[in-house]
C-alpha cells in the first residue's frame, strides 16, 4: 500500500484504533486507502460490509491519474460542470463510500491546480433567489423592479453596486471549470460513463 497516499487523506486517524487497522487492511490490495471520515460509524460499517450490506471502494477508483488525482476528483469537476455547485451545496456520501476522497479536500486541490475556479459575488448572482436579488435592490432604495424576472433583478443589481460592495453582502459563491478542467474532464470519459449519471 502506498501509505504516503493513505497518511494525505487519513492524518487524521487514529492508527492503534483496532476498527480503523481493520478498515486498513480491507485495503490492503488497492493503491492507497480510501478516505475514512471521522464521522462515519465504523464499527457499523464494518459489519455491514461483512454480512454484504456496504461495498468497499473499488480498486479502479483509489488508482491516481497520470495528473496525480484519483477518479473522485475528476467526478467532482463533472459535478461542478453543471454550474449549480456552490459553497453551499452538500457533498454526497458517494464521494467517501465510492470514491474514497474527502470532497472538501478535494475542492480546494481542484483550486489549487486551476482545473477549477471560484467566482466573485457578482458572477455568483444567479445562485440567489428572486427574493433575495429584490431584498439587494431595496437596500439600495431601487423602486420598480417587483414584477421583473430573475435575470433582469440580477441586471438591476448589477448595476446598482459594485464588486466590493457584494462581496460582502453575498456570501454565496458558485464554481466553473476552467480550460484545463474542461480538457481534463473530456480526457477520462470511461470514467464519467461509469457513475450513475442521476446522482448528482
Same mark, same amino acid.
Given at each position: 500500500?502506498n501509505? =504516503?497516499?493513505?497518511?494525505l487523506q487519513?492524518?487524521?486517524l487514529?492508527?492503534?484504533?483496532?476498527n480503523?487497522?481493520?478498515?486498513?487492511?480491507?485495503?490492503?490490495?488497492h493503491?492507497?486507502?480510501?478516505?475514512?471520515?471521522?464521522?462515519?460509524?465504523? /464499527?457499523?460499517?464494518?459489519?455491514d460490509?461483512?454480512? +454484504? *450490506?456496504? *461495498?468497499?471502494?473499488?480498486?479502479?477508483n483509489?488508482? =491516481?491519474?497520470?495528473?496525480?488525482?484519483?477518479?473522485?476528483?475528476? &467526478?467532482?469537476?463533472w459535478? &461542478?460542470?453543471? *454550474?449549480?455547485?456552490?459553497?453551499?451545496?452538500?457533498?454526497?456520501?458517494?464521494f467517501?463510500?465510492t470514491? +474514497? &476522497?474527502n %470532497?472538501?479536500?478535494a475542492?480546494?486541490?481542484?483550486?489549487?491546480?486551476?482545473?477549477?475556479?471560484?467566482?466573485? %459575488?457578482?458572477?455568483?448572482?444567479?445562485?440567489?433567489?428572486? %427574493?433575495?436579488?429584490?431584498?439587494?435592490?431595496?437596500?439600495?432604495n431601487?423602486? +420598480?423592479?417587483?414584477?421583473?424576472t430573475? +435575470?433582469?433583478?440580477?441586471?438591476?443589481?448589477?448595476?446598482?453596486?459594485?464588486? /466590493?460592495e457584494?462581496?460582502?453582502?453575498?456570501?454565496?459563491?458558485?464554481?466553473?471549470?476552467t *480550460? &484545463?478542467?474542461?480538457?481534463?474532464?473530456?480526457?477520462?470519459?470511461?470514467?464519467? /460513463?461509469?457513475?450513475?449519471?442521476?446522482?448528482?
Open positions: 500500500m501509505t =504516503r497516499n493513505m497518511d487519513n492524518q487524521h487514529d492508527q492503534s484504533d483496532e480503523v487497522q481493520k478498515f486498513l487492511s480491507l485495503y490492503d490490495q493503491d492507497e486507502a480510501p478516505y475514512l471520515s471521522p464521522d462515519r460509524d465504523l /464499527d457499523a460499517w464494518l459489519q460490509v461483512e454480512i +454484504g *450490506s456496504a *461495498s468497499l471502494v473499488p480498486k479502479r483509489m488508482i =491516481r491519474l497520470e495528473e496525480g488525482i484519483l477518479p473522485g476528483h475528476l &467526478i467532482l469537476l459535478r &461542478i460542470s453543471f *454550474s449549480t455547485f456552490t459553497n453551499e451545496s452538500g457533498f454526497p456520501k458517494y467517501e463510500y470514491y +474514497g &476522497i %470532497a472538501e479536500q475542492l480546494e486541490e481542484v483550486l489549487e491546480k486551476h482545473y477549477a475556479k471560484e467566482l466573485s %459575488a457578482m458572477e455568483s448572482l444567479t445562485h440567489l433567489n428572486a %427574493a433575495q436579488l429584490k431584498a439587494l435592490l431595496k437596500d439600495k431601487a423602486t +420598480g423592479f417587483s414584477t421583473l430573475k +435575470g433582469q433583478l440580477m441586471d438591476r443589481v448589477r448595476s446598482a453596486y459594485l464588486e /466590493d457584494l462581496e460582502t453582502l453575498v456570501n454565496v459563491r458558485g464554481y466553473m471549470l *480550460s &484545463i478542467g474542461l480538457s481534463l474532464l473530456g480526457k477520462y470519459p470511461e470514467i464519467i /460513463d461509469k457513475h450513475p449519471k442521476k446522482k448528482f
